[in-house]
């Protein structure tokens, strides 16, 4: 059985998180967190001991933020990115944050019970930048199923 992981790289337009043209941003953190981790299909985020994962930052830049999370399907992230109050935040995000290259996010399918680190994360959204879709990383607008469960091989 398989999963769905899904990673969400921005760079903001402040110079970091406590910039106060983020402030409207970071005010909805713990909502938009509670919402996903309320959602149907939700299984787990990445975070830190103040329950974000703004303090994750593997690019060594305070612009950068990510956002790592495993759904149980493609229909779960989905509604919770573009049928709840999130969405609001995502037809705003030009308010908060710079273009970030090809592609800012990326989905692929993990077994189930694991969770992928934040390196894993970001090979996938380097891979679909640099290749496009593909069973390996892709998007909402090119969904690959999950893999055929393989058995007695």
């Given at each position: 059985?398989?999963?769905?992981?899904?990673?969400?790289?921005?760079?903001?337009?402040?110079?970091?998180?406590?910039?106060?043209?983020?402030?409207?941003?970071?005010?909805?953190?713990?909502?938009?967190?509670?919402?996903?981790?309320?959602?149907?299909?939700?299984?787990?985020?990445?975070?830190?001991?103040?329950?974000?994962?703004?303090?994750?930052?593997?690019?060594?830049?305070?612009?950068?933020?990510?956002?790592?999370?495993?759904?149980?399907?493609?229909?779960?992230?989905?509604?919770?990115?573009?049928?709840?109050?999130?969405?609001?935040?995502?037809?705003?995000?030009?308010?908060?944050?710079?273009?970030?290259?090809?592609?800012?996010?990326?989905?692929?399918?993990?077994?189930?019970?694991?969770?992928?680190?934040?390196?894993?994360?970001?090979?996938?959204?380097?891979?679909?930048?640099?290749?496009?879709?593909s069973e390996y990383a892709?998007?909402?607008?090119?969904?690959?199923?999950?893999?055929?469960?393989?058995?007695?091989?």
């Open positions: 059985m398989y999963q769905l992981a899904q990673i969400n790289v921005a760079r903001m337009i402040g110079v970091n998180i406590e910039d106060p043209v983020m402030k409207e941003f970071v005010d909805h953190f713990d909502s938009v967190n509670q919402l996903a981790e309320e959602s149907n299909g939700f299984i787990w985020r990445l975070k830190d001991e103040e329950n974000n994962a703004t303090g994750f930052n593997p690019f060594n830049d305070d612009q950068v933020i990510i956002n790592l999370s495993v759904w149980e399907d493609i229909k779960s992230l989905e509604h919770f990115t573009y049928k709840t109050f999130h969405v609001d935040f995502l037809r705003r995000r030009k308010e908060w944050f710079h273009k970030y290259g090809k592609a800012y996010y990326v989905l692929w399918w993990i077994k189930n019970n694991q969770y992928p680190s934040v390196e894993e994360a970001l090979e996938r959204l380097e891979h679909l930048q640099k290749n496009g879709p892709f998007n909402f607008q090119t969904v690959f199923q999950k893999p055929e469960l393989n058995i007695g091989g």
